[in-house]
């Protein structure tokens, strides 16, 4: 039997968060039945949830994690809530899969913004759309694609050159940008904690409850710790994590990155910036590139670095090194900033797969999954996990075409194969782009 690699992250999350929202459910300590156990209190696990308690109050649902909601991915992410796609493809299959996984966005997009008005969600919630800027001049041929892909799907945009760009962002490090609406920027740790707190009462929820293993014996049994649930049904919200638990070959691969924020600005050090709103930018390469943020509360975010974390397990060394990068590119972008600090650094991880096709559906019988986020899950991973509920009880829903549309990720190697496959193709993704860092 295998164990389950429990996902481990150095500190916390810098992101800001009240008493109510750091409150933890209690862990499991004896040996329960459910109908439904979820592992995995993030985006997907938190939607799947939700909506299987709304279809079918009768059912008796518990939610699993091995630290909290407060802690996962979805609360240690850099906050924007896509509505786009990030690359499109230019044939008309891809136009159409486009088209398919931007209706799945904004319906998770919207989903979330019925919860968050619904039960009072104070997460900093804000159309602020999005940046999509380059550095190197010479990557004008991978923005003019975006700029063609937006037009192939009538989405508004506007350009912008460098000065425009200092206007909003108080930055001259980008060549060019774009400007798109449609983008939601919020504070994801409050944004996961209120949906977490706010779920139906048919849900409990245990934190710090690790599934070790899940033992088959005439339906599965959860095996954590201190407890074991007896389940009719089991779905996987882990994204890539804990691959042990999944009863099929991994399909998507684990990999780390991180983030850092500064200590809000004072009034003295904003007076060097031109006069600026809350906004967001995401880079032409995502791999090598840094994702900026500047907070309603104006503190700024940098997101960059990527490595596997196949085990998802980071260590703090690994943490540190990105520190110094994001302090590199926050001097290199502000310097006349250059004594603001970083007062918080933190890791979390992503899901990865082959043909950027999710795994979605059902693994094996009483087996359900919601992963593959590719980079980015908060409206993903949310519809995704809605979808997931009313496809597992049978109910009819237009949307689980578009979500079938997306196709299913490729089988990948397995280690140490699939190791040396990552360390690969992210050194080839640095090198190309490493003016872009
Ligand atoms: C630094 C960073 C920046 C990002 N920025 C963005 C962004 O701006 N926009 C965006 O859309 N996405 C972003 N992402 C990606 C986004 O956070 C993920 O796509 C999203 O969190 C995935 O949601 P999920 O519910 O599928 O999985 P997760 O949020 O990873 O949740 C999985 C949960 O499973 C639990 N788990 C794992 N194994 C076990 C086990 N054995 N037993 C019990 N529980 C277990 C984990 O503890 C975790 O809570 C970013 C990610 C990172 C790390």
Redesign the pocket.
């Known amino acids: 039997m295998k164990y ?4 481990f992250n150095p500190g916390p999350p810098g992101w800001s968060l009240n008493e109510i929202d750091r409150r933890r459910h209690p862990r499991l300590q004896e040996d329960i039945q459910a109908d439904w156990v979820i ?8 939607a799947f949830a939700r909506r299987l308690a709304n279809l079918d109050s009768r059912l008796k649902i518990v939610l ?6 407060i ?12 509505g786009l796609p990030h690359n499109i493809g230019s044939s008309t299959a891809e136009l159409k899969k486009a088209q398919d996984y931007r209706t799945l966005l904004q319906r998770g997009i919207q989903l979330l913004e019925e919860e968050v008005n619904t039960h009072q969600i104070e997460c900093e919630w804000e159309n602020a759309g999005k940046y999509h800027c380059q550095i190197d001049p010479a990557s004008e041929a991978i923005l003019q694609e975006y700029i063609d892909n937006l037009e192939s799907m009538q989405e508004p945009y506007q350009l912008l050159d460098r000065e425009a760009l200092y206007e909003k962002l108080g930055t001259r490090l980008y060549s060019k940008g774009i400007y798109t609406p449609g983008c939601i920027q919020v504070n ?1 740790a409050k944004l ?1 904690a209120g949906l977490a707190r706010s779920l139906p009462e048919s849900v409990t929820v245990y934190d710090d ?4 293993f899940i033992r088959n014996e005439s339906g599965p049994h959860v095996v ?1 710790p201190q407890g074991t649930i007896r389940a009719r049904n089991v779905m996987l ?3 890539a ?2 691959p042990e ?1 999944s009863p099929k070959q991994a399909r998507q691969a684990s990999m ?4 850092s924020i500064t200590e809000p600005l004072t009034p003295e050090q904003r007076s060097r910036l031109p006069e600026m709103k809350s906004w ?1 930018t995401t880079p032409v390469n995502a791999i090598a590139g840094a ?1 900026l943020r500047y907070t309603q509360d104006h503190r700024f975010l940098v ?1 960059q670095c990527v490595d596997p974390a196949l085990n ?1 397990r980071i260590t703090p060394a690994q943490s540190w090194k990105a520190a110094q990068q994001h302090l590199a590119t926050f001097r290199k972008a502000y310097p006349q900033l250059n004594d603001v600090k970083l007062a918080h650094t ?6 990865v797969t082959r043909n950027g096709a999710p795994v979605w559906g059902q693994l094996a019988p009483c087996v359900w999954t ?2 593959g ?9 949310t519809v ?2 809605n979808l997931l509920a009313d496809y597992a009880l049978g109910r009819e829903n237009p949307l689980i075409a578009a979500m079938k549309a997306l196709g299913q990720a490729n089988y990948i190697p397995p280690s140490p194969l699939l190791d040396v496959f990552v360390i690969g193709t992210l050194w080839k993704e640095r090198y190309f782009a490493r003016k872009e860092a």
């Open positions: 389950a690699s429990i996902p592992i995995g209190s993030g985006f997907a696990g938190v699993i994690d091995a630290e909290s909601a802690e996962s991915s979805a609360a240690r992410n850099s906050g924007f809530i896509i994801p996961i409850t690790p599934a070790l954590t919200a882990t994204n994590l804990s638990l780390a990155t991180y983030a967001g994702t997101r998802g933190w890791s979390g991880t992503i899901s919601a992963g986020c590719n980079g980015a899950g908060i409206s993903k991973q995704a996990g």
